[in-house]
């Protein structure tokens, strides 16, 4: 069945009936007592918030059916919410057979092939000089192939997508490339190194289906992050591979300061050159992904909705192409 209504297209005050991914779904109770309907809606461009509000107790029974990768019929009005537009749910059901939907069509994938994306990380991997460095790079990519083929970057927010964390490594993998060529002092074993494992253990931190749909964290992600999981990974792993201690800390560290600050889960900020380097690649990556994932199917000489990853800024989209034009 012909989807008509993408998410990144959606406008305030338009009423539709159409076909949606359910990427979150809770009920809960409101402040006046009543049960509601707490969902996100996802499909190919994007993800929405909905509300239904005041469900019944038997409508309570029947949505309880509806779970996370579900595609569902959703007849609903949007509204705008604090400078975002969310969706006030009338009508919600599970799809059927009869509806004659594909699953893929309402996956959101990273633009380019899985298979592909990994040959080039493992091709960098390949390219680095040190021993200790690409025997552990190498080793974890092809133990891990088969998940990295699908697994995302996050639940929500930057690269949560069918194939994300790798397009996510390989878009760092390129500037990184570019920047050693810059800053000649670098070591560029160690940045394609770090960049290749510092998210590495997302793979065990998020749970995916095939798809690359998150429904939430293990429970080792929960109480850990992938920063410690990561650190813990390393140091098993260097052990085996007989690293040099010096190394295996120090490759620990990158991992563990990556985000930078304790706020954002790093209990120590770069203390080397490519540590330092990782961070900004991680942080550039992510944010010319929101850029691009908000500006996306605005129209040119619009602004786009408050992004909340980018600090609720309203991105404005030019009227002229790359050429001037």
């Given amino acids: ?52 509000w005041d469900v019944t107790e038997d409508e309570a029974i029947v949505l309880d059916q509806i779970k996370e990768g579900d595609l569902v019929r959703v007849k609903a009005d949007v509204t705008e919410w604090n400078g975002l537009l969310q969706l006030k749910v009338l009508r919600i059901r ?42 552990l790079t190498v ?12 697994y995302p970057a996050a639940m929500r927010n930057h690269h949560a997508e069918l194939g994300g964390l790798l397009y996510h490594v390989k878009r760092m993998l390129m500037s990184g490339e570019k920047l050693c060529e810059i800053y000649k002092f670098l070591d560029r074993d160690w940045v394609v190194c770090g960049v290749i494992l510092h998210d590495m253990e997302k793979l065990n931190e998020i749970i995916s289906n095939e798809w ?26 260097a052990k085996e591979e007989g690293m040099s201690q010096e190394k295996a800390l120090m490759l620990e560290h990158m991992i563990l300061a990556h985000h930078y600050e304790p706020e954002f889960g790093s209990p120590r900020k770069p ?5 330092e380097l990782l961070h900004y690649l991680d942080m550039i990556d992510a944010r010319m992904y929101d850029f691009e994932d908000a500006l996306t199917g605005t129209l040119p000489g619009d602004f786009t909705q408050r992004v909340r990853t980018l600090d609720g800024r309203m991105l404005y989209k030019p009227t002229f192409n790359k050429d001037g034009e």
Wanted: no cysteine.
């Fill in 271 to 275: 203390l080397f050159p490519e540590a």
């Fill in 212 to 237: 690359g749909i998150s429904p939430g964290y293990t429970l080792e992600g929960q109480l850990l992050g992938h920063l410690v999981q990561g650190v813990k990974v390393v140091d098993r792993m």
């Fill in 139 to 150: 080793r974890f990519l092809q133990e891990n192939k088969e998940k990295l083929l699908y």
């Fill in 94 to 135: 599970k799809a059927v057979k009869e509806d004659k939907l594909e699953m893929s069509d309402y996956i959101k994938t990273a633009p380019e092939d899985p298979a592909e994306m990994f040959a080039y990380v493992l091709n960098s991997a390949e390219s680095i000089t040190n021993p200790d460095l690409k025997g």
């Fill in 1 to 52: 069945m012909h989807k008509e209504y993408a998410i990144n297209t959606l406008t305030a005050d338009l009423s539709f009936t159409d076909f949606f991914l359910v990427k979150g779904l809770s009920i809960r109770t409101g402040s006046n007592r009543k049960m509601f309907l707490d969902v996100i809606l996802g499909d190919a461009t994007g993800e929405i918030n909905g509300k239904k």
